[in-house]
């Protein structure tokens, strides 16, 4: 690999592997998440000793919270909150319904609670995120079509109602 400056580094995209191959070139930790890599590598490149660049400690791992443990004033980080059967239980309880999914805009709100360390995240804001986009996606729905309609005392149905209905939109 070529020498490359701090500005470049920064400036620069790189894949999870590509940043392994630096750090192993430059004999610096190798393990951890990307952005614990690109942290070593931009330490390396900003002068630090490569003595002094340490892995991140992770403290103990959390263990998993079963369907008891979660409340809605469970902390999304650090309490063992995971987006797992469990928890899947616990909104299905909350929202009274025989199966639960979790949804985008969830899994973005804890990945963003996680990657700021923001420990005022709790359960109860996973639902109101819930919520929100569930409210957004019925606001989005199309009306159903009614089954079927008379035209001209012929009784249209399904696909043919669907073909009347771009007739009468086209001009010609």
């Not at 002094?52 to 992770?58: C, F, G, L, V």
């Not at 609670?113 to 923001?118: F, G, L, V």
Request: proline share 5%; glycine share 6%; aromatic share 10%.
């Amino acid at each position: 690999m070529t020498t490359i400056d701090l500005a470049t580094f920064k400036a620069t995209y790189y894949y999870k592997q590509d940043l392994v191959a630096m750090c192993r070139q430059w004999h610096l930790p190798t393990n951890g998440t990307k952005a614990q890599l690109n942290q070593y590598i931009g330490q390396f490149l900003s002068g630090m000793p490569v003595d002094r660049i340490k892995p991140a400690k992770r403290l103990g791992k959390v263990p998993a919270l079963t369907v008891g443990d979660i409340t809605l004033n469970t902390k999304l980080v650090d309490s063992g909150f995971r987006f797992n059967a469990a928890a899947r239980q616990f909104f299905a309880n909350y929202f009274g319904v025989p199966h639960f999914s979790f949804t985008k805009g969830m899994a973005a709100l804890r990945r963003q609670a996680i990657a700021e360390h923001n420990l005022d995240v709790t359960v109860r804001d996973l639902i109101m995120t819930y919520k929100e986009g569930q409210s957004r996606s019925a606001e989005v729905r199309p009306q159903a079509e009614p089954e079927e309609a008379t035209t001209n005392g012929i009784t249209l149905c399904g696909p043919f109602l669907r073909i009347q209905r771009l007739a009468n939109t086209v001009s010609v």
